[in-house]
């Protein structure tokens, strides 16, 4: 479990995070959407431990404070929205500083065919021996995410479920991309790690997360499953648009169109 | 995909785009070459001493069967200088890389970014007014007085370096080279204020050191700087997986659980140690550590694991060749070291420019 209890974030003298309470439990993709600014990757950053933060952050029961970067890099892994690389590394050699946290959960010996198998599962077989560098951005997201995955290979490592981080993982990726992301991080999740993603595409939100925190001006403005947040009041108020949300037939899944304002507006 | 694998060069089977084969081989060969180019530079000299008849003499124990001339320019005059060399030149390439690798930067070198410059004031200050002013500096310090100053020179440039040009673990190249120029100006004047204000015998002392020199190389030297020298490159290895990790920004690092504060300071400290010392007994020998890494980097890629090693063996073989140039181009005269390096080095440095003018466009 990643529980944050009252959690604040300030930067710089500007309050951005305002007494936010979150849970992600193990099993469980929970995703957090919310407008611009609202404090989303502020309040990402404090849960990744890389900003001080007022409040409680804890992991599977442990004060995040008192944790050595190394004791969190064995526990949970984070992926960025971009990541800049500052020498020419081949994409073996990015994915392989996954391993640098040191504990993929996979027999001795096996980490070495590791960054193939990672890098398959993201869809880029082939791409090992290419420059990081000269790859488009969507690829390198996902080279990111090869990397990330390594770090955390297991869900679950001596008894104790580990945590995908995720920062908007799908905000430069084509929809094939999207979903085949998308659906590692369940998958993570149904094999018994958990899973944090920050998503603007409130349709891929409400196919694949458990839960849904949104946030809104700092705060955690409402939390559910989709059914119970994806409603027309909350969307209006909080992305201040007049949207009307669908349900899918079969399962009841909400869904959202744009076209609904295009007309209005028109 | 297949025709990558194909043209894969080594016959080590490895993954693709796993460089650490090459690698490897790259370290092995740097090292061979080191050992030829320093036995090399034992015997090669304006004497005609030969190194190996002294080496068999000292082995065989045959006391009279070489000249204790050839003894002398042997072991005190050519050994000192081949070693003093080596620990010079690999000091120098290893704090190029892991200057590079903290500012995430390729053009990050102690020449270029006004640390030398830093060191020079500290050596020139303790030159100057280790008779005066800083008397109790030197009684302390002794033989290693001149290195200290210069390593607290290199570390007072270094820190303020990183404030200026760092924000938010982000470096800003364009920043980066403004201030080292700034701070490498400011640490000229002062210098510059204490050769006005010394002596002759000061300004003699002042002018060999400044030079840029292997020549006064003595075993002295080596005991002043050699500990200190060879400390930072043990510790080297140690920085190589969080400097990887660093490449990817110091978020990243973090999150990789790299003790990012603490590497930040173990690599400032090594390269304004290493800096230091380097500068203090041999002046200022620019460009070794931008042009090194970058070759090696072009060669093998740049995990940090192997290009650290390989630096050192590098830096070294390049510092012993730069000398046996200096001293025989103008024979019998000797053309300051620094000059050499400077000449094949600052035509690189604006090759590497020329080859990556994007970066500069911030």
């Known amino acids: ?266 | 995909m297949t025709d990558q694998v194909m043209d894969a060069p080594s016959a080590l089977r490895r993954p693709e785009g796993d460089r650490s084969g090459r690698a490897r081989l790259a370290i092995l060969l740097c090292a061979a070459m080191l050992v030829v180019i320093a036995i090399g530079s034992l015997g090669w000299g304006a004497s005609d001493a030969s190194a190996l008849g002294v080496v068999l003499d000292m082995v065989t124990g045959g006391a009279d069967s070489v000249p204790a001339r050839d003894r002398i320019i042997v072991w005190d005059i050519r050994l000192p200088r081949v070693i003093l060399g080596m620990l010079i030149g690999a000091s120098l390439a290893v704090s190029g890389a892991v200057m590079q690798g903290l500012f995430r930067n390729p053009l990050a070198d102690p020449g270029l970014v006004g640390v030398s410059a830093g060191a020079g004031l500290g050596a020139i200050g303790i030159i100057v007014l280790g008779a005066g002013v800083l008397a109790p500096v030197s009684a302390a310090f002794g033989i290693y007085a001149l290195p200290f100053a210069a390593f607290l020179g290199g570390l007072a440039t270094t820190l303020i370096l990183y404030r200026v040009a760092t924000r938010r673990g982000q470096t800003s190249v364009a920043t980066m080279l403004l201030a080292g120029i700034a701070l490498g100006a400011l640490a000229g004047a002062a210098s510059g204020l204490l050769v006005y204000v010394a002596d002759d015998r000061q300004l003699r002392d002042l002018t060999f050191w400044n030079l840029g020199s292997l020549a006064g190389a003595t075993w002295t030297k080596i005991a002043a700087a050699g500990p200190i020298i060879a400390l930072s490159l043990v510790a080297s290895p140690f920085l190589a997986r969080g400097l990887n990790g660093l490449s990817l920004g110091e978020t990243t690092a973090h999150h990789l659980g790299i003790p990012v504060q603490r590497l930040k300071n173990v690599a400032i400290v090594m390269v304004a140690a290493a800096v230091g010392a380097s500068v203090a007994v041999s002046g200022g020998i620019g460009f070794v550590g931008i042009v090194v890494p970058h070759l090696l980097r072009l060669a093998i890629g740049p995990d940090h694991r192997y290009l650290l090693p390989a630096s050192a063996l590098l830096g070294a073989c390049l510092l012993l060749v730069a000398d046996a140039v200096s001293r025989t181009i103008v024979a019998p005269a000797e053309l300051p070291i620094g000059i050499v390096t400077a000449a094949v080095g600052a035509p690189f440095f604006l090759w590497i420019l020329l080859r990556r003018r994007g970066i500069l466009d911030l």
């Not at chain 1, 070495?112 to 990081?132: C, H, I, Q, T």
């Not at chain 1, 809104?216 to 409402?222: E, L, N, P």
């Not at chain 1, 992305?239 to 007309?263: I, K, M, T, W």
């Open chain 1, 1 to 266: 479990m990643i529980e944050a209890t009252d959690v604040s974030v300030h930067i710089g003298a500007k309050r951005i995070v305002t007494g936010a309470d979150f849970q992600a439990a193990p099993g469980e993709f929970v995703s957090i959407v919310g407008p611009n600014g609202s404090g989303k990757t502020t309040f990402l950053r404090a849960l990744s431990g890389d900003l001080g933060y007022e409040g409680e952050i804890a992991i599977g029961g442990r004060d995040m404070k008192r944790m050595k970067p190394w004791q969190l890099a064995s526990i949970r892994a984070v992926l960025p929205q971009a990541a800049t690389l500052a020498f020419p590394f081949t994409v073996r050699e990015v994915v392989k500083l996954g391993l640098t946290a040191g504990r993929s959960g996979v027999l001795p010996g096996e980490d070495e065919r590791l960054p193939e198998r990672a890098l398959a599962k993201v869809d880029l077989e082939g791409f090992a021996g290419r420059l990081y560098q000269e790859l488009s951005g969507g690829e390198q997201q996902r080279v990111q995410l090869a990397r990330v995955l390594c770090q955390v290979w297991a869900p679950v490592l001596d008894g104790a479920p580990r945590y995908l981080i995720l920062d908007e993982p799908v905000s430069s990726l084509d929809i094939k991309h999207q979903l085949v992301i998308m659906n590692i991080a369940r998958d993570f999740a149904r094999r018994g790690g958990g899973a944090i993603a920050i998503l603007h595409d409130l349709n891929l939100a409400a196919m694949y997360s458990d839960r849904i925190y949104v946030m809104h001006r700092g705060r955690i403005a409402a939390t559910g499953t989709p059914t119970d947040v994806l409603r027309d009041d909350l969307i209006a108020r909080v992305f201040e648009c007049d949207l009307r949300v669908n349900e899918l037939p079969p399962s009841g899944v909400p869904y959202l169109l744009p076209q609904s304002v295009a007309r209005t507006a028109g």
